[in-house]
């Protein structure tokens, strides 16, 4: 499968930004299990959020519970982080990533990757 992220781009502190990631390939997108991360300016990538194949578990770093939602639409083959009360500290490059198999978590390695899109928060 491959990944291509969008709807990056800026917002004041307290806004909202909503990012896709849409699936293509020959594998079926409902297999693997779909995640963000992000990697903020000279910071170590991060886990922020994972969603199982049939899109009924979440789980979600510390910082951003209650503020992000992670979903997914597999007959869209579309994963979709919706970011409100965005804070500064938010500013990044997010990713979204899949792994074949069950594991959402940050204990698992994803393989496939897309681009990063860039969403920067001012204060």
């Given at each position: 499968v491959q990944l291509q992220?969008?709807?990056?781009?800026?917002?004041?502190?307290?806004?909202?930004?909503?990012?896709?990631?849409?699936?293509?390939?020959?594998?079926s997108f409902s297999n693997y299990?779909?995640?963000?991360?992000?990697q903020a300016p000279g910071k170590e990538q991060e886990f922020v959020a994972g969603i199982n194949r049939?899109?009924?578990?979440?789980?979600?770093?510390?910082?951003?519970?209650?503020r992000f939602t992670i979903s997914r639409d597999?007959?869209?083959?579309?994963?979709t982080l919706q970011m409100n009360t965005l804070k500064p500290e938010d500013t990044a490059v997010y990713y979204c990533a899949g792994r074949p198999g069950s594991g959402y978590d940050d204990g698992y390695e994803f393989e496939v990757w897309g681009l990063?899109?860039?969403v920067t928060?001012?204060?």
């Open positions: 992220a969008s709807g990056g781009g800026s917002a004041q502190a307290g806004g909202s930004l909503r990012l896709s990631c849409v699936a293509s390939g020959r594998s299990a779909m995640a963000w991360f992000r049939g899109g009924f578990h979440t789980y979600y770093v510390e910082s951003v519970k209650g597999n007959d869209a083959n579309t994963v990063g899109t860039l928060v001012s204060s």
